[in-house]
C-alpha cells in the first residue's frame, strides 16, 4: 500500500471517486444497471416524465449519450418512452416500476458500499458539495454556491459540461 500521508489532497480525492465507483458499478452489475443508469433513474423518479433531451439538461450530458442511457434502461424495462404529445418529433421517458425497484436496490447498494458508513458522513458530503459547487460553477456557467442538489448532479462525458468521469449506458 503507497504511503498515502504523503499524497496530495486531489490524488486522495481522484483515487477515492475511482475506487468508490468500481465498487458501485461491481455491485451494481448484479441489478442489471449502471451508475449513469440510477442517475437517469433518480431523476425520473424524483422529477416525473420527461424528453430524453431535458433528462440530458439535467444531468449535464449530451442526449445522445443519454439515449444509450435510455436504451439500455428500457431494453432492461426500467424505464417507457411514449411519443410526446406536445412534440411529435421527441418522447416522453417516466420510470416503471421495475425502474423504482432497481433505484431502491442502487440506494442500498450505495448507502452500503463503504463498511462503518464513511460515505454518509455529513462534515464528507458537505466538503465534497463545496467542491462540486466551485469547481462546477465556470464550467456550468452559474455563479458559485447557486446550485441546488438537482443542479450538482451529473454524469460526465468527455468533452461535456459535466465532471470528467466517461459514463456510458
Same mark, same amino acid.
Given at each position: 500500500?503507497? =504511503?498515502?500521508?504523503?499524497?496530495? *489532497?486531489?490524488?486522495? &480525492?481522484?483515487?477515492?471517486?475511482? !475506487?468508490?465507483?468500481?465498487?458501485? =458499478?461491481?455491485? !451494481?452489475?448484479?441489478?442489471? +444497471? %449502471?451508475?449513469?443508469?440510477?442517475?437517469?433513474?433518480?431523476?425520473?423518479?424524483?422529477?416525473?416524465?420527461?424528453?430524453?433531451? $431535458?433528462?440530458?439538461?439535467?444531468?449535464? +450530458?449530451?442526449?445522445? %449519450?443519454?439515449?444509450? %442511457?435510455?436504451? @439500455?434502461?428500457?431494453?432492461?424495462?426500467?424505464?417507457?418512452?411514449? @411519443? =410526446?404529445?406536445?412534440?411529435?418529433?421527441?418522447?416522453?421517458?417516466?420510470?416503471?416500476?421495475?425502474?423504482?425497484?432497481? !433505484?431502491?436496490?442502487?440506494?442500498?447498494?450505495?448507502? *452500503?458500499? +463503504?463498511?462503518? $458508513?464513511?460515505?454518509?458522513?455529513?462534515?464528507? @458530503?458537505?466538503?465534497?458539495? *463545496?467542491?462540486?459547487?466551485? !469547481?462546477?460553477?465556470?464550467?456550468? =456557467?452559474?455563479?458559485?454556491?447557486?446550485? *441546488?442538489?438537482?443542479?450538482? &448532479?451529473?454524469?460526465?462525458?468527455?468533452?461535456?459540461?459535466?465532471?470528467?468521469?466517461?459514463?456510458?449506458?
Amino acid at each position: 500500500m503507497p =504511503n498515502l500521508e504523503q499524497w496530495p *489532497t486531489g490524488r486522495l &480525492l481522484t483515487t477515492a471517486a475511482r !475506487l468508490v465507483e468500481h465498487a458501485w =458499478n461491481e455491485r !451494481l452489475v448484479d441489478i442489471g +444497471v %449502471t451508475h449513469a443508469g440510477v442517475i437517469a433513474l433518480g431523476v425520473l423518479a424524483d422529477q416525473g416524465a420527461m424528453t430524453q433531451a $431535458g433528462l440530458a439538461q439535467i444531468v449535464r +450530458v449530451q442526449a445522445q %449519450t443519454m439515449g444509450k %442511457t435510455l436504451a @439500455r434502461l428500457e431494453s432492461r424495462g426500467h424505464v417507457t418512452r411514449v @411519443r =410526446n404529445d406536445l412534440d411529435r418529433r421527441s418522447h416522453m421517458v417516466s420510470i416503471s416500476p421495475a425502474g423504482r425497484e432497481v !433505484l431502491d436496490s442502487a440506494d442500498d447498494i450505495e448507502r *452500503t458500499l +463503504v463498511a462503518g $458508513g464513511g460515505l454518509v458522513s455529513e462534515e464528507l @458530503r458537505s466538503h465534497l458539495q *463545496t467542491v462540486i459547487r466551485e !469547481l462546477g460553477a465556470p464550467r456550468w =456557467n452559474m455563479a458559485p454556491g447557486t446550485g *441546488t442538489a438537482d443542479d450538482d &448532479l451529473a454524469l460526465g462525458e468527455p468533452g461535456s459540461t459535466g465532471p470528467a468521469a466517461t459514463v456510458v449506458g
